[in-house]
């Protein structure tokens, strides 16, 4: 029967002797972060003026909203007319 024994045996005082300190933290520098909501909103403020091409087609987005009406499904379209013929008097019936 073959053992092996390791000739190097280290006590486990010399072990802790030779070990690495565990490293400390960093220091976090605080001194950049805003004390109240307004100050962190300047800091957010956004500086560039949107395109002359994104001003207009944000512009032609909200008239097309404005003259499409809301979107709806089938569903949802066929439930407000039933209720608009009705005059209101039952509220918004859902189809179950």
Do not use: C
């Amino acid at each position: 029967m073959v053992t092996a024994i390791n000739p190097e045996i280290e006590t486990k005082s010399a072990v802790a002797e030779t070990a690495e300190a565990p490293a400390q933290p960093a220091a976090v520098d605080v001194s950049a972060i805003p004390e109240t909501p307004a100050e962190l909103l300047e800091q957010w403020e956004n500086t560039r003026k949107p395109s002359v091409q994104a001003t207009i087609m944000a512009s032609f987005v909200a008239l097309w909203n404005v003259v499409a009406g809301p979107g709806m499904t089938n569903r949802a379209r066929l439930e407000r007319e039933i209720a608009e013929t009705r005059g209101y008097r039952d509220g918004f019936t859902k189809l179950a």
